[in-house]
């Protein structure tokens, strides 16, 4: 990531930008807030992208909605974060730069390194313009339908997801993201689009972006049904723990081998018994299991039998990767279940 300071421009004239998304991100002298004034100038509203370098669609869906010359209601703040990690070759390939820290891990003090410095002008740049709400676009690296992550379950928050998902997760985990830092300042959710590199993901930032910008007025309850699924546990690799994705059983370069089309079960109710992947070693247990209280639980969720790893209780993964690298820098999913009551 660039140590350089958040830059701050005004929108340029739609025939003046890049022809295409890649040369619009090249443009860019660092990480960027770019302002479109809405009609409406006292007030604005904040849609974030590229907290991590691999996830696309909300760079591609800001860059055809900047060239279409939008007028928004409020002013828009643009934010684009992970500058340089999303133009190290090949492109929209590194999470974040090798020996940086994960961008979207990192706001809350104490506000280290270049990367904590970042988010805390971010969170300043917020602040200072008085946003009203915030949505931050992300991908996942497996399948996924879109989504909405929220810290609060309230009626602004819902209404915000009902704009662009049909299901909502409230996440207490502590990982120090941008929604968890401005929880109390306004109404902010994360909305994952899908994969990274589906042209409909992409779309589905774009729209995003159209329905986010062009309502004089958010909506103060839903407008549809939603899915709402809390108390997530996030599952990740022990420290050291080699993982491989393939079929079959376990490869002997792996600790772990889990199968190839995992991410199947994205968003399904999934039973004890279900396989997971395969154990090199049955005897070395490779998962950590961590929900709001931090205690781990892999072995209330996961069980060994004859070398393979199952899950032991009902479950609904979310963000099931089928990615070696983000296995290793992030986690392997989330695992949620159902609210009984809605709010």
């Not at 928004?72 to 500058?83: E, I, M, T």
């Not at 299901?167 to 929604?179: E, P, S, V």
């Not at 774009?206 to 007025?217: H, I, N």
Request: aromatic share 6%; charged share 25%.
């Amino acid at each position: 990531m660039s140590r350089a300071p958040l830059h701050r421009i005004e929108a340029p004239p739609p025939d003046s930008l890049p022809a295409t998304p890649e040369a619009f991100l090249a443009s860019l002298h660092g990480p960027t807030l770019l302002r479109v004034p809405g009609r409406d100038r006292s007030r604005a509203r904040a849609f974030t992208t590229l907290l991590h370098g691999n996830e696309p669609s909300g760079l591609r869906g800001l860059h055809g909605w900047l060239r279409d010359g939008p007028e928004p209601a409020v002013d828009a703040l643009c934010l684009v974060g992970s500058v340089a990690a999303a133009r190290a070759g090949p492109g929209f390939a590194h999470r974040m730069l090798p020996g940086e820290r994960d961008l979207n891990r990192c706001f809350h003090p104490p506000f280290l390194e270049a990367e904590g410095a970042l988010a805390e002008a971010m969170l300043a740049a917020l602040r200072d313009a008085g946003c009203e709400a915030l949505v931050d676009v992300h991908n996942n690296t497996g399948h996924n339908p879109p989504y909405a992550v929220a810290t609060r379950i309230d009626p602004e928050r819902l209404a915000l997801a009902a704009l662009f998902a049909e299901r909502f997760i409230h996440c207490d985990l502590h990982l120090g993201t941008l929604i968890e830092a401005t929880e109390g300042d306004f109404p902010g959710l994360t909305l994952e689009c899908g994969r990274a590199g589906d042209p409909a993901a992409d779309a589905t930032a774009r729209a995003v972006l159209d329905a986010f910008f062009a309502t004089p007025e958010l909506p103060t309850k839903p407008g549809r049904h939603l899915v709402i699924l809390h108390e997530p546990v996030r599952v990740c690799l022990r420290d050291g723990v080699r993982v491989a994705f393939g079929e079959g059983g376990p490869r002997p370069d792996a600790d772990l081998t889990v199968a190839g089309d995992i991410d199947r079960h994205n968003f399904q109710a999934v039973a004890p018994g279900t396989p997971v992947g395969w154990l090199r070693d049955p005897a070395s247990w490779p998962l950590e299991a961590h929900g709001a209280n931090g205690s781990d639980v892999s072995r209330e969720f996961f069980r060994e039998r004859e070398g393979r790893l199952e899950i032991a209780r009902d479950l609904v993964p979310i963000m099931m990767t089928t990615d070696s690298d983000v296995a290793s820098a992030d986690c392997l999913f989330y695992a949620v279940r159902p609210r009984d009551v809605e709010p």
